[in-house]
């Protein structure tokens, strides 16, 4: 199994642009976590998708921020417009409810000058 | 706001020397797991305690889960170069909430 899959590995995007971020999870897992990694506020989950229904979207910090799940297997995170302070790593992870446990993919690199 | 505390935040020792990192919290949690980050690499599972006062062993590392379920310590006896790397803990209840990390050097 490759894994999650994440894509673009990095971006490096202008203020005021739309940046689109790719997800892959694992076959057969049915949750999928969005997060994302700062030094300042450490890791924080954005949203929470389980049998592709968003459960949880607390995290979400603002309208400029949206995600999907089209399929069973594939989610999109999509910040419109972006601001310099959206700069940081985006992580999925995916996980199957039974086991508990989240299997996290590589991470986005997002810079928005 | 259920908050995980990581202390320290950053560690640096010799290889062969003992240490512990700690994680604690205000709040009672269901579940807590540690988890362990490279650079450029997401977070990896070392291991989830479900009891308080349980303690898991995995290889040189030894984890406890505090009695009341609300912090949890991470011993690494006789550390190794490959030990280096951002350890991270996050309890679970209805939400999952992760701790900011140690950042954890080990020098040859």
């Known amino acids: 199994d490759a894994g999650v899959i994440q894509s673009p590995r990095h971006e490096v995007t202008e203020m005021g642009q739309e940046v689109t971020l790719r997800c892959k999870l694992i076959s057969g897992h049915n949750s999928l976590f969005w997060y994302r990694q700062t030094m300042m506020r450490g890791l924080e989950l954005l949203i929470y998708f389980n049998n592709n229904v968003p459960i949880d979207d607390s995290g979400m910090p603002e309208d400029r921020f949206s995600a999907k799940m089209p399929n069973a297997s594939f989610s999109t995170l999509k910040i419109q417009p972006s601001e310099p302070r959206d700069s940081a790593v985006y992580f999925c992870?995916?996980?199957?409810?039974?086991?508990?446990?989240?299997?996290f993919g590589p991470g986005t690199r997002l810079t928005v000058l | 706001t259920q908050l995980l505390e990581q202390s320290p935040q950053f560690l640096s020792i010799q290889e062969g020397e003992n240490l512990t990192v700690y994680c604690n919290s205000s709040?009672?949690?269901?579940?807590l797991q540690w988890y362990r980050q490279e650079p450029g690499e997401g977070p990896v599972l070392l291991v989830t305690v479900v009891t308080g006062g349980e303690v898991k062993k995995l290889k040189r590392l030894t984890f406890q889960f505090g009695d009341a379920r609300k912090d949890s310590s991470l011993h690494i006896t006789a550390a190794q170069p490959g030990d280096t790397g951002l350890y991270l803990c996050?309890?679970?209840?209805?939400?999952?909430?992760f701790g900011k990390g140690t950042r954890l050097h080990i020098l040859p």
């Open positions: 992870a995916s996980r199957l409810d039974s086991l508990n446990e989240q299997f």
């Open positions: 996050a309890g679970r209840d209805d939400k999952i909430i």
């Open positions: 709040s009672v949690f269901s579940s």
